[in-house]
């Protein structure tokens, strides 16, 4: 058999073929038809429709079934961000985590926005027999959680509106924000206070404070950091604990601008 030069030998086509794809579409400033991916990528029709469905089902890419376009979703750009962000935000915010955590004796949580929704990165959990956890890596709503506020308080404006145009609002108790219109207000309170609550929004007896970390230069959020417990407990140390979530919110943001 003869050797292919480059390593070629080991390339496999269809993976090839999706960044070819997935690069036409990010380097278009508007929606693409099918045709003009398959002319641009250089990949044929079959091929090119069957990977469009494939990254559609998984969220990469939206389909406008009207108009027979394909967009990128923000999907592929969050794992793009987090990739950059992962391991400093990991261990700038790590010590700050603690502290909160020896403070109040409280669940404290890191996250990040991915495709719409809120995905915990860091979790360290209280030592109280009854507290408020959820798993490393496991996703949650923005409409229902105080991280999801804080975070979607301070985002760009056209990645906000294709957010909330996807967003399921599901009802989980009588307090939950079912109404983009009631989130939209609730955001703009978020931005004058400097952080978000979630007070039995997303679960009964369970309550959530958050604060953004933001981006020093441009002001947008890129994670967020929060104290989560049952009711009682956090509405009793709410301001104790708003005051060290902002200051530990804005030290892991201003350290994060000085490490990139």
């Known amino acids: 058999m003869q050797r292919q030069s480059g390593g070629s030998a080991y390339l496999v086509p269809m993976v090839e073929h999706t960044f ?6 990010s380097g278009s400033s508007t929606e693409v038809r099918l045709k003009e991916i398959v002319s641009q990528a250089k990949v044929g029709p079959t091929s090119t429709f069957r990977i469009l469905r494939t990254l559609a089902k998984l969220g990469y890419i939206d389909h406008d079934a009207g108009t027979g376009k394909y967009r990128l979703t923000s999907k592929i750009r969050d794992l793009a961000r987090w990739s950059q962000l992962g391991p400093s935000l990991h261990q700038i915010a790590r010590p700050f985590l603690e502290s909160l955590r020896s403070q109040f004796n409280e669940t404290v949580n890191l996250a990040v926005l991915e495709d719409g929704a809120i995905v915990y990165v860091e979790i360290l959990q209280s030592s109280e027999t009854f507290r408020m956890a959820a798993a490393v890596g496991s996703r949650a709503p923005i409409h229902s959680t105080a991280l999801g506020k804080a975070i979607a308080a301070h985002i760009p404006q056209e990645r906000l509106d294709e957010i909330l145009s996807r967003c399921p609002w599901t009802r989980f108790t ?15 309170e978020v931005r004058r206070q400097g952080y978000a609550r979630d007070d039995e929004e997303d679960e009964h007896g369970g309550s959530c404070i958050a604060s953004p970390i933001r981006n020093a230069s441009t002001g947008h959020a890129v994670a967020g950091i929060s104290v989560s417990g049952p009711t009682h407990r956090i509405r009793a140390k709410r301001n104790a604990i708003i005051a060290e979530l902002r200051r530990a919110s804005s030290a892991i943001g201003q350290s994060l601008e000085q490490t990139s």
């Open 20 to 25: 070819r794809i997935l690069e036409v579409l």
């Open 174 to 188: 009588r307090r939950t924000i079912t109404k983009p219109r009631d989130f939209i207000q609730v955001l703009a």
